[in-house]
Nanobody
Framework: QVQLLESGGGLVQAGGSLALSCVASGRTFDTTAMGWFRQTPGNQREFVAAVNWSGDKTYYRDSVKGRFTISRDNAKNTVHLQMNSLKPEDTAVYYC????????????????????WGQGTQVTVSA
């Protein structure tokens, strides 16, 4: 059973930066895409970014394009989310998750295809 552990959340002023990391245990890390999602109270979890299994394809929701960068290091079973030019509307709990599809490199990443999930890390951006 793969387990995911996120770190790097916190409080930052608008315009600032935060870097999230997610370390995965288990032997299937380098065969699956990894994703970051976020959720605010009363709302559904929403897709933020994904990186394919080999790390050469990345996908983002429109509102974070040009500001966020997802990357992975398969040798260290780690996926990162660098968040720059943060806005108050980026405030949410951010979750790392593993895609259940092996060797998938397409552009469709619904939350339903991801399991397991990390415990989440709070990101708060003040105005």
């Amino acid at each position: 059973q793969v387990q995911l552990l996120e770190s790097g959340g916190g409080l930052v002023q608008a315009g600032g930066s935060l870097a999230l990391s997610c370390v995965a245990s288990g032997r299937t890390f380098d065969t699956t895409a990894m994703g970051w999602f976020r959720q605010t109270p009363g709302n559904q979890r929403e897709f933020v970014a994904a990186v394919n299994w080999s790390g050469d394809k990345t996908y983002y929701r429109d509102s974070v394009k040009g500001r966020f960068t997802i990357s992975r290091d398969n040798a260290k079973n780690t996926v990162h989310l660098q968040m720059n030019s943060l806005k108050p509307e980026d405030t949410a709990v951010y979750y790392c998750a593993q895609d259940e599809r092996t060797f998938y490199s397409g552009s469709y990443y619904p939350a339903e295809t991801f399991s397991p999930w990390g415990q989440g890390t709070q990101v708060t951006v003040s105005a």
